[in-house]
Structures are given as C-alpha cells and as structure tokens.
C-alpha cells in the first residue's frame, strides 16, 4: 500500500521531527510512506472572513495539485466520522482488498481545509471534537495507521 499524508507547512519542533521519524521507519515495513509538505499562505494575525477564506483556498490549491486521479483521500476534519483503531485498521484493509491501495490523508493548515479539498475527499475522519495542532495531528495519524497495520496482521502491540 502507497499512503501519502499531505500537509500544510513544514515541521518546526524537534520534539514532533523525531516522533515522525520514528513512526516513518516503524510503518516502511508496512507501507511506502510519503509525507508531502505544501507551503503555508503567510496570513496576519488579524484577517476578515474573505481574507482566511482566500488563505484556504490558496493552500487547498497546493493541496488538489497534489492528489493523484486514483488516489482515495481521508480528509482530517474536526467535523468528521470518529472511527476506533480497528475500524482505521478495517478501512485500509478494504480499501487493499478493492485494489485502492493508493491512499492519501490530508491535514489542514492552522485554518483548517478549503471547501474544495473536503469535496474531493472520500471521507472525512474526526480524532475528536477537539481542535489540535496540525503538526499533532501528522504524528497522531501516523501512529494510528501503524496501530492500523499492527492489528491488521494479528501483531502485539501496546493497549
Ligand atoms: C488547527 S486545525 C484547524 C482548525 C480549524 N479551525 C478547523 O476547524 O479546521 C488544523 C488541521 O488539523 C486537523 N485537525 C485538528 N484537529 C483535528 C481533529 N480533532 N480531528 C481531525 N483532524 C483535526 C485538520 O486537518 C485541520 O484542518
């Protein structure tokens, strides 16, 4: 299985670049990893509603040009479906299973994704109905696609 994540902006703590490095070579026994960074839209602290919607749109461009034709798209959203770890697992299962073993998972920027790449999404999965950091979320995902993996194949791991 190919997985892409695709996100906004570059890594900036040593503290989530080690995780992620960590995850990365955990999960290349699994999967061909690929983590592709697309530029954040320098904004203002202070912006109108037009002016954070033109930053989205900007980014979820950077985004769309991204994603391949044939590539099944997991959307990070607050306002997603909240799914257990088995069911990630069961996810990428069915997904091998149906011959769509090209999957990318997208993570909004600090204003969150445009219109456009929520419709282009397949699905939209929720960590919960808190707000976290992006740069959380890119390591949080990648430890529960390897929890995914590891339950898939029956291995142990942690509870
Ligand atoms: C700082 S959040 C954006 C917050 C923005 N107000 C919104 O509602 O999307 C940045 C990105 O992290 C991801 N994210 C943050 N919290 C999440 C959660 N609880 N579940 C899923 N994704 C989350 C989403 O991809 C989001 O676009």
Redesign the pocket.
Known sequence: MQISIITVGKLKEKYLREGIAEYSKRLSAYCKLQIIEVNDEKAPEEMSTAEMEQVKRKEGERILAQIKQDQYVIA???E?QMWSSEKLSAELDRLALHGRSQVAFV???????ADTVLKRANVL??????????QL?RLVLLEQVYRGFRISRGEPYHK
């Open positions: 990070l959203a607050i997603g993570i909004g920027g600090s204003l969150g994704l999965l929720s960590f919960s109905k808190m707000t976290f950091p992006h979320v």
